[in-house]
T-cell receptor
């Protein structure tokens, strides 16, 4: 059965800390992995990763994929209170007519 | 562009009542999805559609029906609401399977 597992489930850090969120997956045919950020409302797209070893970066956020070990990490440096959110990882199977498979998410709380 | 919109934003139902949630997108996306989100459970896919006139079951389809009569609309129906269906419902759409755009959500309470 295809699945996506995120860890930790929740995390509390102080402003300025660096955090690493993990996402491991088991998918029969892999096409891409996506990261989303969800604050109080709808998830918003962060990154899509398709190739191993190529880092995607946006400001203080970065992500990398390891297709051999079947995982991805999302790094946030110099965290701010505005980074507090649920971070969702999803995997896209390489099979027509199927949907994304989401993990349960990591809840990040950044205290000032 | 409005993106993905959902109607209504909030609703309270009594057990056994029925209702329809409407999702609309103006991005000409082929794929549309309905999820429910419960504490500690993440996003769980209810049903999805890969094109007008087609629908498919997701992870938790029981108790729900969907229709995609027009490309821009995806309806989620509850025929006989149960308290277990109390949740936040999100609709999403995408061109193909990646980068889904989400609606603002509908908070449904079933008493």
């Amino acid at each position: 059965e295809d699945k996506v597992v995120q860890s930790p489930l929740s995390l509390v850090v102080h402003e300025g800390d660096t955090v690493t969120l993990n996402c491991s997956y088991e998918v029969t045919n892999f096409r891409s992995l996506l990261w989303y950020k969800q604050e109080k409302k709808a998830p918003t797209f962060l990154f899509m990763l398709t190739s191993s070893g190529i880092e995607k970066k946006s400001g203080r956020l970065s992500s990398i994929l390891d297709k051999k070990e079947l995982f991805s990490i999302l790094n946030i440096t110099a965290t701010q209170t505005g980074d507090s959110a649920v971070y969702l990882c999803a995997v896209e199977p390489n099979q027509a007519g199927t949907a994304l498979i989401f993990g349960k998410g990591t809840t990040l709380s950044v205290s000032s | 562009n409005a993106g993905v919109t959902q109607t209504p934003k909030f609703r309270v139902l009594k057990t056994g009542q029925s209702m329809t949630l409407l999702c609309a997108q103006d991005m000409n996306h082929e794929y549309m999805y309905w999820y429910r989100q419960d504490p500690g459970m993440g996003l769980r896919l209810i049903h999805y559609s890969v094109g007008e006139g087609t629908t498919a079951k997701g992870e938790v389809p029981d108790g729900y029906n969907v229709s995609r009569l027009k490309k821009q609309n995806f309806l989620l129906g509850l025929e006989s609401a149960a308290p277990s269906q109390t949740s936040v419902y999100f609709c999403a759409s995408s061109l193909i399977q990646n980068e889904q755009f989400f609606g603002p959500g509908t908070r449904l309470t079933v008493l």
